[in-house]
Structure formats: C-alpha cells, structure tokens
C-alpha cells in the first residue's frame, strides 16, 4: 500500500510542479498541459481506486488467503501427480530405448534376436 500512496503523492507534485512553469501563450503548449493534467488525473483516480477500501477487513482478507493457500495446494498436488506421471514415462522410454540400442547391438554382431524385457 505505501508504493501506491507514493505513487499518488508522486502524481499530485507532478501536477503541481508542471502548474508552477511558467505558461507559454501557444495553444499547442495549452493543449499539452491540459493533456497531461487529464492524465495525471485518470493516474490518481486509478491509484485511489486500487487503494484498499474500507470494506476489506481483517476477516475478509484472511478469508481471501486461506482460499488462496488452498487453491496453491490443490495445484501443488496436481504437480506432484503430473511430475510422477512424467517420471513413469520417461522410465518407459528410457526402457524401450535400452531395448533398442540392445537390439541393434545384436543385429550388428549376427546374434539371434532375442525377446526383450518389454514383450514378456
């Protein structure tokens, strides 16, 4: 909360200090000015709306974090399961490329083929 209440008094020197300069007479200074004024505003407006309201109480953020920390659990499992999953196949592959490379092995030296472990 404190970097949005710097960020807001930020945007209030800002408007007050651009107010201070000297005005040029040019209309294109005059629409420039007034371009930065209304963006500073839309900046504060934005700034105090992401403020927290009066309405979010104690009770109600806790609320909000116990959900928050059992969403990040539920997730957490779902990880484990699709990284155990992942472990399976790659034990898999890995299986079958062994039995590959020993395949071709035998091939190359003019042995019989024999039965590999995954067939039986």
Partial sequence: MADRLTQLQDAVNSTAINK???AN???EYAQLFAALIARTAKDVDVLIDSL???ESTA???AA???QLEEENHDAAARLEEVVYRGDMLLEKIQSALADIAQ???RTRNGAPPQP?????
């Fill in 64 to 66: 909000s974090l116990r």
């Fill in 20 to 22: 201070d300069q000297p």
């Fill in 116 to 120: 590999s472990s995954a067939e039986s």
């Fill in 103 to 105: 395949s071709q092995l």
């Fill in 59 to 61: 009770a109600l953020q």
């Fill in 52 to 54: 927290p309201s009066e």
């Fill in 25 to 27: 007479p040019t209309e």
